[in-house]
């Protein structure tokens, strides 16, 4: 009887360790500004050679109309095999939302007009959106956006 009592206990306190572990993973992941994030967000792979790195949205809410917003730099090298990872393009234009929780990056070179856009389909959401600008000679800017309706 107290075998049975003390293995419940035990099966019990794993199982809440485990949920917690997982909790806590879960919501550093959704409010870190980190690789991890992005490629969880954005169903992609980003390059090794990523540097700064900002994320921004709603997709957490796992409901309704909801979005990612990731911006980063990287090595200008890494560029084509980035873009040949992508998943395939959509019909339609894509864009990124005025809304205040998508943009507000601190990165300067996102208020000029990107020198190449891609609208492709996403392995996460409804559509994903990538704008890329030249930085210096050997880095790339990146604006990666996932949409959920």
Known sequence: MIKRKLFIVAVSLSCFLVAACGAGYFAWLVNSQTVARAEWEHGVVLPASVGRIACRGDATRFFLDRGA???????AADLSAFKSSLPPAVSFDTFVPGNAEYRGF???????KPAETLSCESPTGDWLHVQIWPMQASRVGVWMYTDWN
Do not use: C, E, G, N
Request: charged share 15%; proline share 7%.
């Open 69 to 75: 917003s990731t911006v980063f730099d990287m090595d």
């Open 106 to 112: 601190a990165f300067p070179w996102t208020v000029q």
